[in-house]
């Protein structure tokens, strides 16, 4: 398994690291005048210094990382010159490049150069001299007898190039740089095919100037080698950045099928299935392992919210992470929210730019949904006591009749007809009788139960639908409501006025459809009135009553009962 580190820097920490270098380069200058070596002759530093030059101008990039043919000079300077000429000719050549090339670079990076090579050839060639003990300087069989220094050079030359080098390039970006064996290797490996190169050169300087010609053809060949490696390593940078943009796009495809799936979801009239869908498709495309979608109640109509939790839930710590998305609706303000837990902390634009086309959609989903709940509410609502008005509690009616008889539920059903209400309309007004609807609107909302659905059917008719409720406990309501109603005051532009209601109480019977319980309801709350007013009627009532047969639709009075 491949092991990566990932470190973290800015640049002033990379200024402090050349500080750094540069102190322990002069450090090593200094001490390199007591190592043990003759000075060289005159030949050696002419030619020594032609070569570093000469190295330190042919260059080539490998790896993102520039790479120079000094180091086969700098080894043979470590091993032909004293410590400190080689130190010094080392970082005169640095200079002399800098010099004659254009300033690319900023000052503290072209200090890292020098600092670099400084501790480099400075460190490397007080080892070697302190170890191989050589005379005027390295000769054939002083360098075949000693190889421990030989070994300590090259090992002092790798160990002083490659980490510094990474740790520079660690100071030097903004961000994350990954160091990984491949990395390794490929900043290392010019240096250990350069080092043979100039171990080679120092013999054959021993043995005639003229024999270090040779080495010419070998660095060609190695600067041609590694301009192919470096054309080979960029094909392969190349291609595989095109199959990673292959891949993206891929991954984006995907993500954007599902934000067209949800397009094809997001005509769904129910609320709940809108919510679930929308929660589906953020959790797929964000990546979160929880989705909470809310949205915001708009002209009465109460707010929803659904949950998404993925099956593998994310770790602790992830979860505790949360993301807020608000979504506004135009004209319509905030339509809703999302909120996103447990989503992978990485950056990923891909995943950031399809949440966000998503997103829009979600908005526009929600806010076509709080239109068709509002069209929906006002189309089933009474616009004055904000009870179910007659179609909508019909249809709510249908629906609890088709599930008894699918079930075999208990279902009743309570109608109330108002006493004295047109008294309070010819007397006081239109505007009264309207305050005293609302006064028993909220009578039956305060007095029912939960699950009781409270309606107007109009003008003084009210419902009362009585799920999972049989005859008896139905009674039981109705008597409830015939206390709290008889009589029922409510105030009026200063004024206490009062209103009463007649009810009638019956159960639905298998074979009963719609009509035959709403007409049987009506039955018994006329009884209720016949009776007396202020009363609870069954439908056993209305039919002891000899004449009582009333419709819904076509209702007639009774002769002698006021309304």
């Not at 171990?199 to 003229?210: D, F, G, H, R, T």
């Not at 730019?353 to 076509?368: C, P, R």
């Amino acid at each position: 398994m491949r092991s990566t580190w990932i470190l973290h820097a800015d640049r002033l920490s990379f200024r402090l690291y050349v500080a750094g270098l540069t102190l322990i380069g002069v450090a090593l200058f200094l001490f390199s005048f007591f190592a043990t070596r003759d000075t060289a002759t005159l030949t050696t530093f002419v030619v020594v210094s032609v070569a570093l030059v000469g190295g330190e101008y042919i260059g080539f990039p490998i790896a993102d990382v520039y790479h120079t043919l000094a180091a086969p000079a700098q080894i043979a300077a470590c091993m032909l010159l004293p410590p400190p000429g080689a130190l010094a000719l080392s970082v005169l050549s640095v200079l002399i490049i800098q010099f004659l090339r254009p300033p690319k670079r900023a000052w503290d990076a072209r200090a890292f150069n020098l600092a670099h090579t400084a501790i480099n050839v400075g460190a490397s060639s007080i080892a070697y001299a302190h170890v191989a003990h050589v005379g005027t300087a390295a000769s054939v069989t002083g360098t075949l007898t000693h190889p421990l220094a030989t070994l300590l050079l090259i090992a002092t030359f790798l160990i002083c190039d490659a980490p510094l080098l990474h740790i520079a390039l660690w100071c030097q970006r903004r961000g994350a740089y990954r160091v990984t064996p491949r990395t390794l290797w490929e900043d290392n490996l010019p240096e250990l095919a350069a080092l043979p190169i100039g171990l080679l050169a120092a013999i054959l300087y021993q043995v005639a100037l003229s024999a270090t010609l040779f080495l010419v053809v070998p660095l060609i060949l190695l600067t041609i080698a590694f301009k192919a490696s470096n054309r080979y390593v960029q094909e392969q940078a190349a291609r595989a950045a095109a199959d990673v943009r292959a891949e993206e796009q891929e991954r984006r495809a995907r993500l954007l099928e599902e934000v067209a799936r949800f397009g094809q979801a997001a005509n769904l009239t129910d609320t709940g299935a809108l919510l679930a869908a929308i929660a589906r498709s953020v959790a797929t495309v964000s990546g979160a392992a929880s989705v909470e979608v809310r949205v915001a109640a708009h002209a009465g109509v109460p707010a929803a919210s659904v949950s998404s939790h993925a099956a593998d839930t994310a770790d602790g710590a992830r979860m505790a992470l949360s993301e807020t998305h608000e979504l506004t609706g135009g004209e319509q303000g905030p339509v809703g929210a999302i909120t996103l837990r447990g989503r992978p902390q990485e950056s990923d634009l891909t995943r950031n730019a399809v949440l966000a086309i998503l997103l829009g959609q979600v908005a526009l989903a929600l806010a076509n949904d709080a239109l068709h709940r509002d069209a929906l509410h006002r189309a089933t609502t009474d616009a004055l006591t904000m009870l179910h008005n007659r179609a909508g509690g019909l249809a709510h009616i249908h629906r609890l009749i088709a599930q008894a008889r699918w079930s075999g539920a208990a279902l009743s059903l309570l109608q109330l007809d108002l006493d004295g209400f047109k008294a309070i309309n010819d007397t006081w007004g239109h505007e009264a009788g309207d305050v005293a609807l609302v006064a028993v609107a909220g009578a039956l909302r305060a007095t029912c139960r939960t699950s009781d659905v409270p309606i107007r059917l109009g003008g003084d008719e009210f419902l009362v639908v009585l799920a999972d409720t049989d005859l008896t406990a139905g009674r039981e309501v109705a008597d409830r409501l015939c206390t709290v109603l008889n009589p029922l005051r409510f105030d009026y532009m200063g004024r206490t006025l009062t209103v009463g209601a007649s009810l009638g109480i019956v159960a639905w019977e298998v074979g009963m459809d719609d009509d035959g319980l709403l007409r049987a309801a009506d039955e018994a709350a006329y009884a209720a009135k016949k009776q007396g007013k202020g009363r609870v009627a069954t439908s056993a009532d209305a039919h002891a009553l000899v004449g009582v047969s009333v419709s819904v639709r076509d209702r007639r009075p009774i002769a002698g009962v006021a309304t």
